[in-house]
């Protein structure tokens, strides 16, 4: 029998969170609440004094005070879309179907796939096999799922005709072109953590490929595999949500997550507000599901007494240096961009309007007559330049928060615990989805300088930051301070990758930079509308996206090998 102290530890370390997770979404929902609406309580502009107190006493009529329309909304009144007149409820109840059933069976064919290539990459380890499964992961990581839907339309909707564009009219067929292109994007996420956590069984050598050797074995690779998989997806929900919203958004499917966009690009306060809180619902069980799962598999691993991790110096590999190497590239095309174009990038030609490419336009013009090359350098230098600011505001938020919680649990008795808890929970709450939910609010409501896209870039990424600086701290104590300085390199470049494909999905949706400003994705947002003009208008804004991301996520990766090197 357990003693009881046992129990009792084993019950705060799954209660404690969750209790946190509670309070976190309460504070967030209100924090969210006032962004959406509270931009419409401000006084407005171009009016006279009187003419503004009239507008805001009748919105504060309508609507009540902004306390009593969050209490409200936290009981299940959405109230009435501002657009249509429909119950906000019943909308969002006639869309859930479709957007649970995207989730689940993208997910489900994902794992099919990623299961056994992540399983006998792990056996081959070191092989041709295990570099060729790992290289495949880093490059479905580094397509952007708005570009891989827009392949998918135009190959076999548009070119061969096999299945329907979107819609939910064909039943069952319409859903095929969405869940393969979200089961691409989540593909490499989810290889890449099986692959990570058939590593550590096989390290251990507890089981075997399928069936447990003996009593005392913890389990077969493949259950010590999964189980945390479905652990870490909650820190990749919210990436699964955001590949949702593009999904739903292209292929125009009925979801909540095509409804939430509507009410965003629309300004639809209710249903911007209960699409949110409805989102937050299903986010928190989830991460609570995710959570008790987490907590039984950590509960029941026993660590041997004497295993300790050995500081062997890691060898700079290939990958570090091809992934350094594209990137120093990648900078000094975006530095000297003003150099290397040959056309002003703002320039409009009417008279070149959808030229081909050519020795005049290398990559051809635009629908407006601008010069596609010069756009793409430029577009190029406005990307990697916002998602590095991006970048640097979540590192310093994200090492705040994950090392102030790592300094101060073993030396601040409770509540330096209780500190690192909340920590934690912070970065698995932003990771499992409010955060994008946040920065898509943030890039809609706030202006669209590049600090305020930067700053809605950053709460995507502070979740990664807050994870790895308590890595980081623990290798600063015991002394191996290269190790930690791998370990934050690693972390940026990878947030590199991940910035900039956010950042281009803001500018594909219309959330981004303000137009004529040059930008990857809002440049194939406008080409998706010419393309039986050329693919040139998409492909080359495309190729410069894909080779971005996949240059920070080589580097990235390979920067990661390297600190586990030094750990074995």
Known sequence: MMPRNTEESAASKILAPIIIMIVLALVFSFVMFLLIYGQFWSPLTGVTEADNQMILAMIAEQRGTMLSRYISMLTGDFGVSDLTGIEVSYLINTRISATLILLVAGVVVTLIFAIPMGILSAVKRGTA??????AVAVVYKSLPIFGVALFMLSLFSFSLGLVPAGGNHHGIWSMILPVLTLSIFYFGFAMQTIRATAIKALDKKSGNLIFPQSDADNGSIIQSAVLPTISKSGLQLGWLFFGVIIVETLFALPGVGRLFFEGVAGRDLAVMSGSVMTLLIWFGIAAVIIGLIFAGITYGLRVSKGEGVS?????????VIIGATLVILLIIIALFASVLATHDP????????????SPEHLFGADSMGRDVYSRVLYGLRNTLGVSFLAVLISLVIGGIVGGAGALLEDGAGVFGKIANKVAICIGRFLGAGPGFLLAIVLANSRGRETFDLAIAVAFVLIPGFIRVFGGVVLCIKSGDAVRAFHMVIAQMSLSMALGIMFYSALGFLGLGAFIPIPELGSMIAMGSDFLRFGIYLVSFPGLALVISMLSFNILGESMNKMVLARSE
């Open 311 to 319: 500081m062997s110096k890691g060898r700079l590999n290939i990958g």
């Open 129 to 134: 096999i295990d570099v060729f499964c790992s």
């Open 346 to 357: 703002f320039e409009a030609n009417p008279v070149q309007r959808l030229t081909p490419p």
